[in-house]
C-alpha cells in the first residue's frame, strides 16, 4: 500500500488554480452552459442519492430475510424474534 501511495504525485496548489482557470475558461468560451451544467450536476446527485436509499433498503430487506432462515437458532432465534416484533408493530 505504500508503494502505491508514494507513486501518487500529491497536488498542490498550483495545480487546482490550474484546474480552476481551465474550468472558467471552458465556461467562458461558451463550451458548456454553466446553468446547464449546475442542473445536470444537481440532478446527478439526486439520482445518486436516491439510487443510494433504494439500495440500502434492498439490502437491508435482504438481510431481514436472510435473518429470519435463522429463527429456530437459540441466540440468534431470540434477536430475530425481536426485529420481527418491532416491524409488526410499525405497521
Do not use: C
Amino acid at each position: 500500500m505504500k508503494k502505491l501511495v508514494k507513486k501518487l504525485n500529491p497536488k498542490t496548489d498550483k495545480d487546482y488554480e490550474n484546474l480552476g482557470r481551465m474550468l472558467a475558461s471552458i465556461y467562458e468560451t461558451g463550451y458548456i452552459d454553466r446553468s446547464q451544467s449546475y442542473k445536470h450536476s444537481f440532478f446527478k446527485g439526486v439520482l445518486g442519492g436516491l439510487g443510494g436509499v433504494i439500495g440500502a433498503t434492498i439490502v437491508v430487506t435482504l438481510l431481514i430475510w436472510f435473518m429470519s432462515l435463522f429463527s429456530q437458532v437459540p441466540l440468534i432465534g431470540y434477536f430475530i424474534h425481536q426485529v420481527q416484533n418491532s416491524i409488526d408493530l410499525h405497521r
